[in-house]
T-cell receptor, first 116, second 111 residues
Framework: GAVVSQHPSRVICKSGTSVKIECRSL??????MFWYRQFPKKSLMLMATSNEGSKATYEQGVEKDKFLINHASLTLSTLTVTSAHPEDSSFYICSARDRNTNYGYTFGSGTRLTVV | AQSVSQHNHHVILSEAASLELGCNYS??????LFWYVQYPGQHLQLLLKYFSGDPLVKGIKGFEAEFIKSKFSFNLRKPSVQWSDTAEYFC?????????FGKGTHLIIQP
């Protein structure tokens, strides 16, 4: 079945640095990728939706310049947390849709980001 | 490592039929359990969640789920489905390894 590989699974970085999270669809082409964030004891919050070859659509309250999303190919989308702060520490997860089906979203395994 | 298994990849029902989607998880510690729904072209929405307390959890849109610890299950139910319930449903478990999703069940409701 469809697999989305998300890396890294865990990352610790210093305040002020940038961190890139990758989501790669391994056996299908992903036209749409959703990026979510989960705060402690909360459910997922949608951050942005990206479509291959176009700019991401960000949800209200999500800083575009801080959370850079690039969906340059049908198999790769990246989320870069720029100038990270401790409050950016969270669990980030992506979800991709196979372009050949009208359903079938597949999730990455998630990234635990800790900013110290 | 924790894991989540959803029994049915595709379910087709007629309107007004009763629904039960299976979800089993594998994890030895304390878990938080979730059911999410994703309508075509949209992002995930939380249907319901279980953290502790009453194992029968009621969510939005008439959905409910029952946590049976001895069976490691968290099945989703709805007494009478509607055409608008056509969507992808995901069970998720949060444990020490973070949040793990099942593969999803595509539910189609026929008028």
């Amino acid at each position: 079945g469809a697999v989305v590989s998300q890396h890294p699974s865990r990352v610790i970085c210093k305040s002020g640095t940038s961190v890139k999270i990758e989501c790669r669809s391994l056996d299908f082409q992903a036209t749409t990728m959703f990026w979510y964030r989960q705060f402690p004891k909360k459910s997922l919050m949608l951050m942005a939706t990206s479509n291959e070859g176009s700019k991401a659509t960000y949800e209200q309250g999500v800083e575009k310049d801080k959370f850079l999303i690039n969906h340059a190919s049908l198999t790769l989308s990246t989320l870069t947390v720029t100038s990270a702060h401790p409050e950016d520490s969270s669990f980030y997860i992506c979800s991709a849709r196979d372009r050949n089906t009208n359903y079938g979203y597949t999730f990455g395994s998630g990234t635990r980001l800790t900013v110290v | 490592a924790q894991s989540v298994s959803q029994h049915n990849h595709h379910v087709i029902l007629s309107e007004a039929a009763s629904l039960e989607l299976g979800c089993n998880y594998s994890y030895g510690g304390t878990v938080n359990l979730f059911w999410y729904v994703q309508y075509p072209g949209q992002h995930l929405q939380l249907l319901l969640k279980y953290f502790s307390g009453d194992p029968l959890v009621k969510g939005i849109k008439g959905f409910e789920a029952e946590f049976i610890k001895s069976k490691f299950s968290f099945n989703l139910r709805k007494p009478s489905v509607q055409w608008s319930d056509t969507a992808e449903y995901f069970c998720a478990v949060r444990g020490a390894d973070g949040l793990t999703f099942g593969k999803g069940t595509h539910l189609i409701i026929q008028p």
